[in-house]
């Protein structure tokens, strides 16, 4: 009986190895980031503008910081920083010049789709000016997730 515990330590630890082995899966939100560009150039054109809104790397780079904050810390349900920072603040860190707003959706699971985030802000009216207002002609946006939270940050720049 004791021979059959030995024969299963090297299968399991064999079995182990092979487990340990398998790389971490890694969410790629680009076509989601995008998704949620392409559906603010729509609004945008709705409400009668004629540029095209182009994505600024500085400003994904402060959407990106103020995603992983509000992921990371529950207290946080807008635009304050943890730290106390207001999205010009971020997006000046980043290497922005010019004015700059922000819209931010927080869903209360794994995933976020396009079609949740359109909708949290659609029917916000301040969201919603933000997203029509032609001016916004530069765009970052960055999502995250977590086991049950995701939260998609856009950030919307007039360069000066």
Not at 55 to 75: K, M, T
Request: proline residues 4%; contains cysteine.
């Amino acid at each position: 009986m004791a021979r059959r515990g030995i024969r299963a330590l090297p299968v399991l630890a064999l079995v182990g190895a092979a487990v340990a082995g398998i790389p971490a899966a890694n969410a790629d939100n680009k076509r989601l980031n995008d998704g949620v560009v392409a559906n603010v150039y729509t609004v945008q054109h709705q409400a009668g503008c004629t540029s095209d809104v182009k994505i600024n790397p500085q400003l994904q780079l402060a959407a990106e910081w103020h995603a992983n904050d509000v992921l990371n810390d529950r207290a946080l349900d807008g635009d304050i920083g943890s730290d106390g920072s207001t999205v010009q603040d971020r997006a000046n860190a980043a290497g922005f010049k010019g004015v700059v707003a922000e819209t931010v959706a927080i869903n209360p699971a794994l995933a976020i789709n396009n079609i949740d985030v359109i909708n949290q802000w659609y029917y916000r009216p301040d969201y919603m000016a933000i997203m029509s207002n032609c001016a916004n002609t530069r765009m970052g946006v960055w999502s995250v997730n977590s086991l049950d939270r995701s939260v998609v940050v856009a950030v919307y720049g007039q360069p000066g």
